[in-house]
């Protein structure tokens, strides 16, 4: 008597993998949690966490090192969403927040803002890349519109070509300040979390989370589009309208994480790729955020702890994993 063969549903498949995200997202705030100078075990975080702990191991835990787990998680994840968002509105794999411009822009505004204002502080600097960052969208989006080419390609154009002119503009102005002022814009432009406190994390994660709920909202529309502009307008919705609110949305999201982190490159690039592949029977933008935030988390914990006592910038980390997987990528797909 033959055995039949098991028939392993699409769904199964897909529970296994959420369960293993999952996993890994717990694995990681844990090792965020525990590794450092000071190591700690599973216990001594539940106890701190619990206020059970003494008074260092909970301010080590909950001042420090708790903060910066969370910000790398959130951060992660509304970049994965943001770059989710731009290649479905471009149909274009290459779309992001990284491509448009919108981090050179915001770096552009933090330089002037140093070459002005030398002595700004951490909000004056946050104000200044999300100002950047999104007069830079802004001239993107625009100038988009009246391509030739379309809005859809003509939006990669356009972000390659202000990114461009603002990447020179970017180089005129460090060569006209001083060493001090340039290497203090040089740091933010690397983007890290070294310095992440709740000082810092509860206005970016009341941000992202608001932001991220009035995304939702609209999110349903995406679908809409997908279908074509004229299939949607025949449904009734306003395209145009539509696919700027989207844009927006998503760099809202790219800009309350470079406001405090400063420009984090790849993620919101790689991440959405990353889910097809790991998740690809789920909503692409709940599996792009989840992606983000695995990603971001991980490259966190390689920048601070793989190479100790020395501490990287995570966008050294980020940049580094994402040319790999890009290169990996084109590599398997020609063969």
């Known amino acids: 008597m033959t055995r039949r063969p098991t028939n392993h ?40 966490l619990l206020g059970r702990a ?18 790398a998680l959130a951060f992660g994840a509304a970049l994965g969403a943001a770059g989710a968002i731009f290649q479905s509105l471009t149909r274009n794999p290459l779309g992001s927040p990284d491509v448009i411009g919108f981090n050179t822009g915001a770096y552009t505004g933090v330089l002037l803002t140093l070459l002005l204002l030398p002595a700004s502080g951490f909000l004056t600097l946050a104000m200044a890349s999300i100002v950047g960052g999104l007069v830079t969208a802004v001239l993107v989006l625009a100038l988009a519109r009246h391509t030739r080419s379309g809005v859809r390609r003509g939006l990669i154009l356009t972000g390659i070509a202000i990114s461009a002119l603002l990447a020179a503009v970017n180089t005129w102005l460090l060569y006209r300040t001083d060493t001090a ?7 933010w432009a690397a983007g890290t979390l070294d310095n992440i ?13 608001i932001i991220g709920i009035a995304t939702a909202t609209v999110l349903p529309t995406l679908r809409i589009l997908a279908l074509g502009d004229d299939l949607a307008t025949a449904l009734g919705l306003r395209v145009p309208r539509t696919r700027t609110t989207l844009a927006i ?44 935030a695995i990603l971001l988390a991980a490259a966190d914990w390689i920048a601070a702890h793989a190479f100790a006592p020395t501490q990287l910038p995570v966008g050294a980390i980020t940049v580094t994993l994402g040319g790999l997987y890009l290169t990996l990528s084109i590599l398997l797909r020609r063969q």
């Open 54 to 71: 003494d008074d260092f191991t909970t301010t080590v835990v909950l001042t420090w090192r708790l903060p910066r787990a969370l910000t």
């Open 249 to 292: 949305s998503a760099v809202l999201l790219t800009a309350t994480t470079t406001a405090v982190a400063g420009p984090i490159m790849f993620i919101a690039l790689a991440a959405p790729h990353i889910a097809k592949t790991l998740l690809p029977r789920s909503r692409p933008i709940l599996a792009a955020t989840v992606s983000g």
């Open 9 to 48: 549903r699409p769904g199964d498949r897909t529970a296994w993998r959420w369960t293993i995200a999952s996993l890994a997202l717990t694995g990681l705030i844990l090792a965020s949690l525990t590794s450092g100078d000071l190591p700690l075990t599973p216990q001594e975080v539940l106890d701190a």
């Open 181 to 187: 002022t340039a290497t203090t814009g040089s740091i």
């Open 197 to 209: 406190r709740w000082a810092q994390a509860w206005p970016a994660l009341t941000t992202l989370a």
